[in-house]
């Protein structure tokens, strides 16, 4: 009862309707049927006859959420029309991943500029050419009624990746993906907007620089599932996850009943002055 499994499925419609992609979505909606699932029960059967009835009672509905992931450029219409096929067609619990480009060229260079990211190179195409604000707002109204009108929920995942530009070499290509500790204020400033504009009453699931020093604050105000990736490619590595699972312990574990958008709205605004989160100035080192 606390392992979730949640489907990821982009990039287009096309693509979603493929055969392929149709038989693993229908496939993780009801396994019963699929050859794996029934190897996987006879299988564990085989290997431990005396769990025999409790690997029986697997449930073969592997997975009833989704989230929408598309590339950068892809025009709202688009993302609509996947979310609203998933909810309609798949009967699928429903969250799109956004792009923190929504905040605006100007807002997020202002902000990595004033937290000493001013080294971290990128300039305003993707935000011109990705999901807007002012169309992302009324197609999530919609998306939100239409799943509630099916008994589903929808939400948001925040956030996708940011491409910055590369500059010194770091891979072998023109652009990279910035993740970690400097997406946390932009991520978390997409929160604050969205929860806002939705008084807390649409679901925020997290990712971008979520860790140690945040993750308890997100949870309390209401938006998870939080997942990550940069804080267990650090030393530690995936022990990192016991000590997040202990910190998590400690809060109230209870049924969704809203965001708390004037907590989020005071965590976008410390991010941008605490130690955790900002850049730390390295001193010259002496020289004689």
């Not at 937290?115 to 971290?120: E, F, T």
Request: glycine content about 8%; some cysteine.
């Amino acid at each position: 009862d606390v392992f979730v499994f949640n489907m990821s499925v982009g990039y287009d419609l096309e693509g979603v309707k493929t055969p392929k992609m149709n038989a693993f979505i229908d496939g993780m909606r009801d396994a019963s049927d699929t050859p794996i699932f029934k190897e996987c029960m006879e299988v564990g059967k085989e290997l431990y006859p005396e769990l025999a009835d409790y690997i029986a009672a697997t449930p073969a509905r592997v997975c009833d959420g989704v989230t929408v992931s598309t590339l950068h450029g892809c025009p709202p219409g688009e993302i609509e029309a996947i979310a609203s096929y998933l909810i309609t067609e798949k009967n699928l619990n429903t969250f799109v991943k956004c792009n923190p480009t929504t905040l605006g060229y100007e807002f997020a260079r202002a902000r990595l500029d004033s937290m000493g990211y001013d080294y971290i190179a990128f300039d305003d195409r993707h935000f011109r050419e990705d999901l807007q604000y002012c169309d992302a707002v009324p197609m999530f109204h919609r998306l939100k009624a239409l799943a509630e009108s099916k008994g589903l929920e929808f939400g948001l995942k925040l956030s996708n990746t940011f491409p910055v530009d590369v500059k010194a070499n770091e891979l072998p290509s023109e652009e990279m993906y910035m993740s970690g500790r400097s997406l946390y204020p932009l991520t978390i400033e997409m929160a604050n907007r969205f929860a806002n504009e939705f008084k807390g009453e649409l679901r925020l699931s997290y990712s971008g620089g979520a860790d140690f020093f945040n993750i308890k604050a997100l949870f309390e105000a209401g938006i998870w599932p939080i997942t990550m990736a940069t804080t267990i490619l650090k030393p530690g590595g995936y022990g990192r996850m016991v000590q997040l699972g202990k910190l998590l312990d400690e809060c109230e574990f209870k049924a969704f009943d809203g965001v708390d958008y004037k907590a989020v709205a005071k965590l976008s605004e410390e991010a941008v002055s605490n130690k955790y989160h900002v850049k730390p100035v390295k001193e010259a080192p002496e020289r004689t």
